[in-house]
T-cell receptor
Framework: AQSVTQLGSHVSVSEGALVLLRCNYS??????LFWYVQYPNQGLQLLLK??????LVKGINGFEAELKKSETSFHLTKPSAHMSDAAEYFC???????????FGTGTSLTVIP | EAQVTQNPRYLITVTGKKLTVTCSQN?????MSWYRQDPGLGLRQIYY???????DKGDVPEGYKVSRKEKRNFPLILESPSPNQTSLYFC???FGWGSTGELFFGEGSRLTVL
């Protein structure tokens, strides 16, 4: 089975600072990779996805992620944090067959004014 | 508006009392799935369905049943709920798998079993 590891269950950054949320996956071949965001009392929304084209993927709200196959990582970044970025972020993978999605345990982002 | 709708959003029940959480999508998606979200464990897949009358177990199927009689609906059934099924449940759907397999989520159903 696939596994997804998100290092750091809680991350705090100051407003305007760099956001870096880490995600590592276990797979001998790059799976299909996603980042989702969950705002309080809401379902998950797609931030971005890796489509096997460019390894640097741009998403909504200024977020981007880079696939590094040698490190089996797909870290999420944003150059300048905004208060509205406070939420829980989930990394997810699927191999594309069998349709099982595997989610990380999530990282709660706090943005300090 | 394209959406996944779950009902009820909140439910408190007692051990052993059968309940059903409904899920409906209006996007003509083939794929639907159920997840439970627990603190520190992230989202874990309960069941999924690739099309009508086709369902498969996810990672935590024990104590749950599903059915897919129509493309748009995918109810989650707890025949005899127990307190360890207290959780936040999400239904999700997508067109297919792989890079097109972006999941669209419902708003969640918070279930408490006493």
């Amino acid at each position: 089975a696939q596994s997804v590891t998100q290092l750091g269950s809680h991350v705090s950054v100051s407003e305007g600072a760099l956001v870096l949320l880490r995600c590592n996956y276990s797979s001998s071949v790059p799976p299909y990779l996603f980042w989702y965001v969950q705002y309080p009392n809401q379902g998950l929304q797609l931030l971005l996805k890796y489509t096997s084209a460019a390894t640097l993927v741009k998403g909504i709200n200024g977020f981007e992620a880079e696939l590094k196959k040698s490190e089996t990582s797909f870290h999420l970044t944003k150059p300048s944090a905004h208060m509205s970025d406070a939420a829980e972020y989930f990394c997810a993978v699927t191999l594309g067959t069998g349709n099982q999605f595997y989610f990380g345990t999530g990282t709660s982002l706090t943005v300090i004014p | 508006e394209a959406q996944v709708t779950q009902n009820p959003r909140y439910l408190i029940t007692v051990t052993g009392k059968k309940l059903t959480v409904t899920c409906s999508q209006n996007m003509n998606h083939e794929y639907m799935s159920w997840y439970r979200q627990d603190p520190g464990l992230g989202l874990r897949q309960i069941y999924y369905s690739m099309n009508v009358e086709v369902t498969d177990k996810g990672d935590v199927p024990e104590g749950y049943k599903v059915s897919r009689k129509e493309k748009r609906n995918f109810p989650l059934i707890l025949e005899s709920p127990s307190p360890n099924q207290t959780s936040l449940y999400f239904c999700a759907s997508s067109f297919g798998w792989g890079s097109t397999g972006e999941l669209f989520f419902g708003e969640g159903s918070r279930l408490t079993v006493l």
